[in-house]
């Protein structure tokens, strides 16, 4: 019975979790920052790692406190090296690197986007190999192939903006509030995603890249020929010619991030899919995937909410990984902003 503490602080979420046995959680707390940012309309890097120094060592605590596990039962801790927030990653990282040396535990240095895919894991430890991971988020829009477990190549990214990043920003210029991507999914319900027809969001070249910027544009574009910018929502009250609007935009994204992973699915003849990422959350998108699964007889596997946002859980779980094959991280580990995977 091995239990890894998992810690995480790579962007606005001051997270610790205990997992024991790869895929038990026995506890998982997330702090998030959203109404310290909320009113900038983003992360502020500098107010974000501000927050974490004070709030590393309560969230750790608790964590254990939750687990019932005390600082001995520690097989080691994990925490995200990056890519990321480079002072935000540094609390994680710093405050890892002191309880290992302090407790003489393994310190085990993982990637924020190995955590993602490995999210997937958690609930379904059996799946099988190989399997196309979709890792949509705020900072990232990915898809890697994992011919065998713990290996992961990269066969599309994003040209410009993530899928998160653009449901951040259509919300941002429609004066929605942040973060964009749970106010659309909400907004959009029920409304019409067939009011506006955009292009689909894909490359024009054989490509399985992704390309956000140009549906952002477009959205905005829409938006001012409609007259629909900035305070569309007086008194509160979300006008239903707004809401067409986000429900179309959504439903574009939706549309390019499921078309390209089937092709890729394809292409490398696999036949398991795992959507993961904070916009793994967005309901459209989950139903879209299972859908497309179900006619194409593929097996899709999303995680729970709570898990597809950043969590120190999914760390944890990916820190399995590298405990089991002895890969731990020396003293001189550093935060690296623009790891990759
Ligand atoms: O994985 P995550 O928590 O942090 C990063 O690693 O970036 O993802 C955060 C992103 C944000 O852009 C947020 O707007 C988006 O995930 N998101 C959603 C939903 N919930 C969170 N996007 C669409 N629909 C949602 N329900
Ligand atoms: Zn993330």
Request: glycine letters at 10%; charged letters at 20%.
């Amino acid at each position: 019975m091995a239990r890894i503490l998992g810690i995480e602080t790579s962007c606005d979420e001051t997270a610790a979790a205990v997992v024991e046995d790869r895929s038990r959680i026995l506890s998982s707390v997330v702090l998030s920052q959203f109404d310290l940012h909320r009113a900038y309309g983003g992360v502020v890097p500098e107010i974000a790692s501000r927050r974490h120094v004070e709030a590393i060592h309560p969230i750790v605590e608790q964590a254990l406190a939750d687990a019932g596990t005390g600082l001995d039962d520690l097989a080691a801790v994990a925490v995200t090296q990056g890519p990321g927030l480079v002072g935000s990653l540094l609390v994680g990282v710093c405050a890892a690197k002191a309880l290992a040396w302090q407790l003489d535990l393994p310190l085990l240095a993982v990637n924020h986007l190995e955590g993602h895919i490995r999210s997937a894991f958690i609930e379904n430890p059996g799946i099988a190999f190989p399997a196309l991971a979709l890792v949509v988020s705020g900072g990232h829009t990915s898809l890697y192939l994992c011919p065998e477990e713990g290996i992961y190549r990269r066969v599309a990214r994003t040209r410009d903006d993530a899928a998160g990043e653009a449901f951040d920003k259509v919300a941002k210029l429609l004066g929605l509030g942040y973060p964009g991507g749970p106010v659309i999914d909400r907004l959009a319900d029920g409304a019409d995603e067939n009011a506006h027809r955009f292009k689909k969001a894909v490359m024009k070249d054989r490509s399985l890249d992704f390309s956000f910027s140009g549906l952002k544009t477009a959205v905005r574009r829409a938006a001012h020929d409609a007259g629909l910018a900035h305070g569309s929502s007086t008194g509160g009250e979300i006008s239903p010619a707004v809401r067409d609007l986000v429900a179309s935009f959504q439903r574009a994204v939706v549309d390019a991030l499921v078309a390209t992973t089937l092709r890729a699915a394809e292409r490398e003849g696999v036949r398991t899919l795992l959507v993961t990422g904070g916009v793994a959350c967005n309901r459209r998108l989950r139903r879209a995937f299972h859908e497309a699964a179900a006619e194409r007889g593929l097996a899709v596997h999303v995680p729970s909410p709570a898990l597809t946002t950043d969590n120190a859980a999914m760390i944890a779980a990916a820190g399995f990984l590298h405990l089991e094959r002895g890969a731990f991280a020396d003293a001189a580990v550093n935060a690296d902003p623009n790891l990759r995977l």
